[in-house]
């Protein structure tokens, strides 16, 4: 951990800004908001439509998928040739977001205190651009993110977390070239453990009411977003922007 390098360089970029990269479902917003769980009904139903299944199946398979490849889409195209576009038209891009995600002033407050001279805000999801761009807008947090790198449904083999090529896509298209000048934060167990092991700084997200994993992700856990401040407070402004 090179925490020494982090100094004021008087406005002369010489070292390049570390990267904050950031999951956005069920991380930028809490589980309570319960999109997760309209999405697997639509995921749920997509898998006993389209593979013919009996309902109970469909659910297994689902969770199956889910937890071996980190998105159940990934199962559908390497054993079943779905079409990852059409599921995407008839899942993600299905759900009714409008009602569940409002703007949060609170995660507005957070990101507006990141000192940006210091680290650049990147998002990094297993959803596809059209529902990555969806949730940003609604949670009205687009000004605070420089870019995003998202699973590209519409190239196959899939590219996604917690395959390492999704990372390595990430910093190559944040424009960072050392895995020690990334830090990430996702809530996904999985993807934390990986990015852990590839020498990310990393934070598991654990929301309170979700049980601690018995082993650690990562080095960080934190319980709320707002702990990223005690977590990381060299990002942080040291006088914190008063909100109006
Ligand atoms: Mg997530």
Known sequence: MDKEQERSTSGVEETPRQVFFFDID???????????????????????KHLSLPW??????????Y??????????VRHHQIDPLEYNAKVDDALPLEDVIKPRPELKKLLADI??????????TNA?????????????????????????YSSVPLVC???????????????????????????????????????????????EGVPEPKTPASKYQIRHLEELRSTF?????SEPEKSG
């Open 128 to 152: 596809y651009i059209n529902h990555a761009r969806r949730v940003i807008r609604l949670l009205e947090v687009d000004e605070f993110f420089e870019g995003i790198t998202y699973c590209d």
């Open 67 to 76: 937890q071996n490849y980190g998105l159940a889409i990934e199962g559908l």
């Open 161 to 207: 977390k917690p395959h390492p090529d999704m990372y390595a896509k990430a910093m190559e298209e944040a424009g960072v070239e050392r895995n020690e000048d990334c830090l990430f934060v996702d809530d996904s167990y999985i993807n934390c453990k990986k990015s852990q092991e590839l020498g990310w700084t990393t934070a598991h997200l654990v929301e």
């Open 115 to 124: 000192d940006r001279s210091k680290v650049k805000l990147w998002l990094l």
């Open 56 to 65: 109970d199946d469909a659910v297994r398979l689902h969770k199956e998928y």
């Open 233 to 237: 407070p060299q990002f942080f402004k």
């Open 26 to 48: 069920n991380c930028l917003y809490p589980k309570s908001a319960k999109v997760h769980d309209l999405m697997a009904q639509l995921i749920d139903e997509y898998f006993a």
